[in-house]
């Protein structure tokens, strides 16, 4: 049996272990924060972390039926998959489906070649202009010419040009097919490579 001396003294050491790390500074308010005592308690200890033995299989999607007891139960019963339990807690945008299909543009009845159009937007708005023929990408082929008012030949989109009763002889104007939507784009520059020297 020890002295009493030495169990007054185990008695302090024990009740030093078993007092609290958060002191209370008034009644029910701790001297320490939550987190604080979290960091103070195991903080050092970093993380629990699982080790993951093996990849887990996917669980089946193939419905699976089982035998039920019981007259009135009809005898089997088809159990489906379980759906999973977990959601993103933030919604994943997901892209939207494309319900836009792209068409040539049906060409108004009164816009045949050589008719005279008025041009309702752009650089050259009010003008009068020759309309020649229709791109595959829908747009129109016009022209000023550039000899009499100065527009060349230009695309213009439909809705921006009004169409008039005054038609012109367009068998002068050759070389139309070579008037593409690829004529017109820029060519691709090759990618410039800095050297040391620059």
Known sequence: QKPIAGR?????????????????????????????????????????????????????????????????NGGKRTIGPKTPKFYPAEDVPKPLRALRVNY????????VPGTVLILLAGRFKGRRVVFLKQLSSGLRLVTGPFKINGVPRRRVNQSYVIGTSTQVDTSNFSNLDKYTD????????????????E
Request: without cysteine.
């Open 104 to 111: 040539t543009t049906k060409l108004k009845a009164s816009i």
């Open 8 to 72: 007054a003294a185990s008695r302090s050491k024990m009740a030093k272990e078993r007092a609290s790390r958060n002191k209370p500074i008034a009644k029910g308010v701790g001297r320490l924060s939550r987190m604080a005592v979290f960091r103070k308690a195991r903080g050092w200890a970093g993380p629990r972390t699982t080790k993951v033995v093996g990849k887990a299989e996917p669980a089946s999607t193939a419905a699976v039926v089982k035998e039920v007891g019981g007259a009135n």
């Open 182 to 197: 690829d004529y017109v784009k820029k060519p691709k520059e090759a990618a410039h490579k800095k050297s040391e020297e």
